[in-house]
């Protein structure tokens, strides 16, 4: 875990309509995303989520996929992607997505009544993202067995009043313009 606290501590701190954020590789795909920190980060959602029986990963686009991609490849386990563009095809569900600085429609499509997913994301912030996804995924039928962001920025989130324990890689607040470590192994 060391690449990731480090990269974090490294991370520059932008703002945004008042909203402070860090630009991180993980996050942002900026700067370079070294294959040494996706490694690292991929080995630890490996041990930590629960995999028993997955049969799909679900992830939001954009910044879920290069790290669902890479479990996907470890595991075999195949790999949904939700997008904010509509598709039309047969199953596809909408869903609101709103997070501390935007709401988009996004879309669901090859999930199915009964499959058990793993929900993976980058940050868990607001939680209005995860809390979007995981409130269709049971609307379509879905078993969601585990929830997993890499980082989760410290605060209050949409998930905190539901069923869903999410597990972190890592937890950070930003103070003072900088990234500070709360919890170097995360929840779960």
């Known amino acids: 875990m060391d690449k990731l606290k480090q990269s974090l501590l490294d991370a520059p701190i932008i703002e945004k309509d008042g909203y402070h954020y860090f630009v991180h590789p993980i996050s942002d795909g900026i700067p370079v995303l070294e294959p040494g920190l996706l490694r ?14 997955v049969d799909k990963i679900v992830t939001p686009a954009a910044m879920g996929i290069h790290i669902s991609t890479a479990v996907s490849l470890m595991t075999d ?11 039309g095809l047969e199953g596809e569900v909408a869903l609101s997505q709103q997070t501390g600085y935007s709401e988009n429609e996004m879309y669901v499509n090859n999930v199915h009544e009964g499959d058990r997913v793993l929900l993976l994301d980058d940050v868990l912030s607001t939680g209005g993202t995860m809390k979007a996804i995981t409130e269709a995924l049971e609307h379509i039928g879905a078993d969601v067995a585990d929830v997993v962001a890499v980082i989760k920025k410290e605060g209050p989130n949409e998930l905190d009043d539901t069923d869903y324990d999410v597990k972190t890689l890592i937890n950070v607040d930003v103070q003072d313009g900088e990234v500070v470590i709360t919890d170097e192994h995360g929840d779960g």
């Open 40 to 53: 690292e980060i991929v080995i630890q959602i490996i041990r930590k989520a629960e995999l028993e029986d």
């Open 77 to 87: 386990i195949p790999l949904v992607v939700i997008r904010k563009r509509e598709y």
